[in-house]
């Protein structure tokens, strides 16, 4: 089942008649049905996209080491739609973190599961970003996917990107430092990192104020708050991975969109049974080059496991051209022992 249909699904769950989490969740029910219903509604017109593991792993590989490029790659960034939806397995990230040397952080398990949904204003510059994740944990004596709301959000404006220095100390003391440690030795990296920080702005997610209130209720003021400090960085530095799939998504040439699985015949069975539809949503692959065809085409299925054996899709953002700047998805796909080959695919503002 993917994320958004979890979240819909607990939105229904968290109020059923007889439901364990009544009892489980106490005074903190409402404010949770709260955040889950206020996102499933939004899903309902969404345009959804399923990120397959080769897409999330290059688009990863941009944040993690080439941010400056990510940075221009955005002034002629804009989002696609107003209301838009993006999930992947979280594993393909995890792998390129640690393929690259990034540690997570101790004692946290890697969500299985992890999505963020876009609300956009028409100029597709600003909006607000709102995060949800997953982890297969044992919940009233079965093992099942169970969804998480971030609590916070954000708000964001892509053309202050660049231009708050009045916050680049703040910047330095909340963000991801494991992040600033990676190019310590390349200002540049470590500035434009920073400076993507520009366009956000915390905003409670759909909810969170009904949970916000029941927790200054039944907490202390030293948990509430430390909860509160964990819940800004759940989200800390996730912005930059939303910017890099929407770049890759809009790249021409440079990802291949797919329906996916007809589920109607599957939604009558749900039906039946009383649960919710599964939502219709678009699959997002990499588009392959002439010569991943031809591997392709001698047996190997275009898959992250194949992926792995015969080619490891990486690369980078280039912005060229004055005074209209034009971007580029410049990818390598390295193919056994081989040296790996290039292509330029090119963005239109």
Known sequence: MLLCDLVIEQA???????????????????????????IANLLQTAVRYLVEPEVI??????????????????DVL???????????????RDLMRKRLGIAGTPGQPVPKKCGFLLLSEASGRTGQCYWVWSHETEVF?????????????????????????????????????EALKRWEHEPAEQEAWLDVGDACFFLPAPGSETLGRTMERYMDKATGDGLMAQ?????????????SLLIMLQAKNGVVNRPG?????LNRTRAKHGKPPLLDHVVVNMRLSPG??????????????????????????????????????RRAHVRGGGTAPTTTIRLKP
Request: aromatic letters at 8%; a positive charge.
């Open 141 to 177: 004596g079965r093992r099942r996917d169970v969804p998480v709301v971030a609590f916070f959000g954000t708000e964001f404006d892509l053309d202050l990107i660049g231009r708050r220095p009045e916050v680049r100390e703040k910047a330095r003391a909340v963000v991801n430092q």
């Open 261 to 265: 699985e007809n589920r109607a015949k």
């Open 78 to 92: 804009r989002v696609p739609h107003s209301v838009m939806w993006m999930e992947w397995q979280e594993s393909a």
């Open 12 to 38: 229904k769950d968290l109020i059923r008649p007889g439901s364990p989490w009544s009892a489980q969740l106490g005074p903190y029910l409402q404010g949770t049905h709260e955040q889950f219903q206020g």
């Open 57 to 74: 792993e290059a688009s990863c590989h941009v944040v993690c080491s080439r941010p400056s490029s990510l940075k221009q790659a955005v």
């Open 231 to 243: 819940y800004e960085k759940d989200i800390e530095g996730e912005f930059a991975q939303v910017l």
């Open 292 to 329: 991943e065809h031809k591997d392709a085409g001698r047996g190997g299925a275009v898959t992250l496991s194949s992926a792995r054996r015969t080619h490891l899709v990486m690369g980078h953002y280039v912005t060229r051209g004055k005074p209209k700047p034009v971007i580029y998805w």
